[in-house]
Nanobody
Framework: QVQLVESGGGLVQPGGSLRLSCAAS????????MRWYRQAPGKQREFVGEIITGGSPNYADSVKGRFTISRDGAKNTVALQMNSLKPEDTAVYYC??????????????WGKGTLVTVSS
């Protein structure tokens, strides 16, 4: 079983920064993909960014140049550094990972989310 815990959310002023973290725990062979999604009030959940093992990070157009995804493999964590935050970034942010429970078995897991509020 794999569990994800997001942390780092909170209230920040426009133009400020926050760093979100997602920690994975449990039994798995390897973490293949780590992604961030967000869901604003009354809106659909949307893709924010991802980092895939062996590849470069990918970002939604709305956050390019402002957000950065990084991974710490030794700690099984992924971080989302958010700079130049805007009120429209307000949302619950979710961590999503794909893990290999064995060399040929893959499973998808979601965290419970952490709230980011950008307001003056």
């Amino acid at each position: 079983q794999v569990q994800l815990v997001e942390s780092g959310g909170g209230l920040v002023q426009p133009g400020g920064s926050l760093r979100l973290s997602c920690a994975a725990s449990g039994s798995f062979f390897r973490i293949n993909n780590m992604r961030w999604y967000r869901q604003a009030p009354g809106k659909q959940r949307e893709f924010v960014g991802e980092i895939i093992t062996g590849g470069s990070p990918n970002y939604a157009d709305s956050v390019k140049g402002r957000f950065t995804i990084s991974r710490d493999g030794a700690k099984n964590t992924v971080a989302l550094q958010m700079n130049s935050l805007k009120p429209e970034d307000t949302a619950v942010y979710y961590c999503n990972i794909v893990v290999a429970t064995a060399t040929t078995n893959f499973m998808n897991y979601w965290g419970k989310g952490t709230l980011v509020t950008v307001s003056s």
